[in-house]
């Protein structure tokens, strides 16, 4: 399984734009648009302002939309503004979060969709 980075110098800024990745992804940067991955780690340099979806999900830095993960963990540094949707929840002393916290009776509405194919492409985003 290898590791996807967005580093400390990007900042991926956009309308309407999913950034989606099949295994683990390490935020370090500036994210303004949605994440679905199988792994998401938020560095505490990172931030996203979005919905972030994914099977484990990691949170040093911060986030600004819901988090939908069937494990969560806010680590003491993160900063968190949004509804998290969970199965299990780990909030360390120290973290700050403001927002709701509910445990997701069905599986389904926290599974990322990792399908490419899945997601609607405008006029302007096709290639070729």
Do not use: W
Not at 43 to 62: D, F, L, N, P
Not at 90 to 97: D, P, Y
């Amino acid at each position: 399984m290898g590791t996807s980075v967005i580093g400390t110098d990007l900042a991926i800024l956009g309308e309407k734009i999913t950034i989606i990745s099949q295994n683990k992804l390490q935020i370090d940067g500036d994210i303004r648009g949605d994440v679905t991955g199988k792994q998401v780690v938020i560095g505490e340099e990172g931030s996203v302002v979005g919905t972030v979806c994914a099977e484990q999900i990691e949170v040093r830095g911060g986030v600004r939309g819901a988090i939908k993960a069937a494990s969560v963990m806010l680590h003491p540094t993160s900063v968190v503004e949004g509804d998290i949707f969970h199965q299990t929840l780990s909030i360390s002393e120290g973290a700050q979060f403001d927002g709701r916290v509910r445990r997701a009776k069905d599986a389904a509405e926290i599974t990322p969709n990792l399908d490419v194919s899945s997601y609607p492409v405008s006029s302007s985003q096709q290639v070729g």
